[in-house]
């Protein structure tokens, strides 16, 4: 596993995990702590095709400004939305599973499926599709109208762990309702056909948008937000946060 962070983040080593903390601070700095293990490797070679991902997690507050999680991408953004962290590569479209927090500041949605609060969420991008020389000429002009092709081309599955917003889990049925600031394990079955997520050993989403592999593991915390809204603002930057952590246990990993 690689340990990466920016100026004053670090990771601690516990008796059966890690520690992955950031620092308080303005909105004029990124801050963020992450294992990986692709660091230095080009997507093409990252290490995954299909696994099964277990570890116990907590973290110190919810919701944390910015985003965390744990689970698989491609590293599609190349460096971190453009506030450092990754060695520099081509931006491409998102391929990722995983289990994923991020504060009110993001919208991390193109079919206006949960895009905030505590998410078991999916990606399947192709490596490249028609419509994307047309979103790229409609751009400039309806951002809006951009959002509608690549959602068209960015197949996308989502689940609400916790919202952030108290009438969305009145009205959701089955809402899970998971605090993340207490201990629960995590299970994550990925293969190329489906995903299906497990919390304390009960299966609560499944679901066939698998992502294109090869993946890179991945557990972050940090203060950053992306932002694509269903009325075409699109916005993305760093956040004000008080100090943070996201700790993890007992992580196992499986190839199939």
């Known amino acids: ?40 490797l080009a997507r093409k070679k990252f290490p995954h095709h299909s696994l099964t991902l ?19 991408w491609n590293d599609p953004f190349g460096m971190s939305l453009g506030f450092g962290g990754n060695k520099f590569r081509l ?3 998102p391929n990722a599973v995983w289990f994923f927090g991020a504060s009110k500041e993001n919208y991390l949605s193109f079919s206006n ?15 490249f599709h028609p419509l994307l020389i047309l979103a790229g000429l409609v751009f400039p002009f309806s951002k809006k109208q951009t959002r509608k092709l690549m959602g068209k081309i960015i197949m996308e599955s989502a689940s609400s762990l916790a919202s952030l917003h108290e ?28 995903v299906v997520w497990y919390v304390d050993e009960n299966k609560i989403f499944e679901s066939n948008v698998s992502p294109h592999p090869p993946l890179g593991l991945v557990i972050w915390i940090d203060n950053q937000f992306a932002s694509f809204t269903p009325d075409g603002k699109l916005s ?18 499986r190839n199939a």
């Open 54 to 72: 277990n570890l116990r997690a907590r973290t110190s507050a919810f919701p944390l400004s910015g985003t965390w999680g744990f689970g698989l």
């Open 167 to 194: 009438q969305a889990q009145q009205q959701t049925v089955g809402f899970q309702n998971i605090d993340p600031t207490q201990w629960h394990n995590y299970q994550l079955e990925w293969s190329q056909e489906r």
């Open 91 to 93: 931006p491409t479209l």
């Open 113 to 127: 499926k949960p895009a905030n609060g505590f998410i078991a969420q999916s990606f399947h991008s192709p490596k």
């Open 236 to 253: 993305f930057g760093v956040v004000e946060n008080d100090e943070a952590w996201l700790e993890i246990a007992d992580l196992v990993i």
């Open 1 to 40: 596993m690689n340990f990466r962070t920016t100026s004053n983040a670090n990771i601690d080593k516990t008796q059966n995990g890690y520690i992955l903390k950031i620092p308080a601070g303005d909105s004029s700095r990124y801050r963020f702590a992450q294992l990986d293990d692709y660091l230095g």
